[in-house]
């Protein structure tokens, strides 16, 4: 088995938001999110969401069209059903869509479809785009396309219609814990910021042409991002400073100098070990922004609290559905105190 990367793209700037809207997508509003953990760029296609072990693909194509026509749409599936062909096995093909005209859908209501909520004279002219467009690709073997290939091809993609705004995208992030979240100039730059490093990992390196015989293999060349990274970004960002920064904490300084001097290394690992539990827990994510939510309010209503009066009036039912034990949440208390403060 084998799978040969053909038509990488460079940053595209009009379509670059889509593309990190659409990451964003697949991070927190599929039932399946919890499960995607890489997202590759700009290898398989321009975007690939990918399991922990690179064996489950979600493969996606953007285009940030408003009003896209029947036909339009069929072209942009032509990357999708590329690797629909591939011998590398696809779990999901998505079309994430900035807008479609009145022409696409039968209800219009719905804004995550498949081909069955495709009006009959729509599919008829998606599929004429879709036919037009493999003509037109080197990296398609155009004349062994066949009609029945094709309608099991669009039997399994999903289309997405981008019905929010990049502030929303952030706030999924955060589980929409009011407390904590920036004002929307705040939101907006988080947003680019991701959107930044996602077109960063286009320009590492070239890898048009290469041939990989595993879907693992692309993690190889480092054009992927990881759910872990874009939690530290917005976390980060709102408390002013990297959670995983080396060096003690301003706050904590007294609580670790109380320990023997031999103890304060292994102290101050296992107290990021505990962060980086918590903050990457999939299954407690709700849990630990609110946590934090109340770490963060407490510490605004009281500034000149130390840590050890501050995690007194946390919410007991937070701290006890954590994964922090006392020590670490108190350093945990003091990387916030010192970044809000």
């Not at 779990?91 to 479609?100: D, E, I, Q, R, S």
């Not at 929303?168 to 004002?183: A, E, F, N, R």
């Amino acid at each position: 088995m084998a799978y040969k990367v053909t038509s990488s793209e460079r940053l595209r700037p009009s379509g670059a938001e889509y593309e990190t809207k659409a990451l964003l997508y697949l991070m927190n509003f599929r039932n399946d999110s919890n499960d995607i953990y890489f997202f590759v760029v700009d290898f398989f296609n321009d975007l690939t969401g990918m399991d922990r072990m690179g064996n489950k693909l979600w493969d996606m194509q953007s285009k940030g069209a408003k009003n896209s026509s029947p036909k339009a749409i069929g072209k942009e599936l032509v990357t999708l059903f590329k690797n629909y062909r591939s011998e590398l096995e696809f779990n999901y093909y998505l079309l994430f869509l900035g807008g479609v005209s009145n022409t696409v859908r039968i209800d219009n209501s719905l804004n995550i479809f498949d081909i069955s909520n495709v009006k009959p004279e729509a599919v008829k002219k998606l599929k004429e785009g879709l036919w037009e467009e493999s003509k037109d690709k080197t990296y398609i073997d155009y004349e062994s396309i066949t009609d029945e290939e094709i309608e099991g091809f669009l039997d399994k993609v999903q289309f997405i219609v981008d019905d929010k705004e990049p502030s929303d995208y952030v706030k999924s992030i955060l589980k929409i814990h009011s407390g904590i979240i920036p004002d929307e100039q705040s939101l907006v730059a988080i947003f680019n910021e991701i959107r930044d490093q996602q077109s960063s990992k286009k320009n590492i390196g070239v890898v048009e042409n290469i041939t990989i015989e595993t879907s693992s293999e692309a993690l190889d060349y480092y054009h992927h991002m990881t759910s872990n990274e874009i939690k530290i970004l917005v976390l980060g960002r709102i408390i002013n400073r990297n959670p995983f920064d080396k060096g003690v904490p301003l706050s904590f300084s007294s609580t670790l100098h109380k320990a023997p001097p031999e103890k304060w290394k292994t102290i101050l690992e296992d107290c990021q070990l505990a962060l980086s539990r918590a903050l990457f827990n999939k299954n407690r994510a709700g849990e630990f922004w609110a946590l934090f939510e109340n770490i963060y309010s407490v510490i605004v209503s009281n500034p000149l609290d130390d840590i050890n009066s501050i995690f007194k009036k946390l919410n007991l039912l937070w701290v006890e559905q954590s994964d922090f034990d006392a020590i670490s949440l108190k350093y945990f208390i003091s990387i916030v105190k010192d970044g809000v403060q």
